[in-house]
């Protein structure tokens, strides 16, 4: 059985602790590990770091969703012309 350490995670557990802690989900003590692979791996560096642009874009973006209304009318419309270019 392979001994887990108690202070460093691997690059695969990092990743999952970002990406709670960009929704606030993550303990003090997960953001605390988090940082000290931070410290010294460049690949969870490169994670966190497009994490955070990303978030970043998406916070700033100015998206709007189709209502509901909207996609059953496109998907009705989709659908006609499906129909059309079987005929």
């Not at 994670?47 to 996609?71: F, G, M």
Request: glycine share 0%; aromatic share 12%; proline share 0%.
């Amino acid at each position: 059985m392979k001994n887990k350490s108690f202070l460093f995670i691997s690059c695969e557990e990092a990743k999952h602790i970002c990406d709670k802690a960009q929704y606030n989900e993550a303990s003090f003590w997960e953001k605390f590990k988090l940082n000290l692979r931070y410290i010294w791996c460049h690949i969870t560096r490169t994670y966190v770091n497009r994490n955070k642009k990303l978030t970043k874009t998406v916070k700033s973006s100015k998206i709007t969703c189709l209502k509901n209304s909207e996609k059953q009318q496109l998907k009705e419309v989709f659908q006609e012309e499906l129909e059309n270019q079987h005929q």
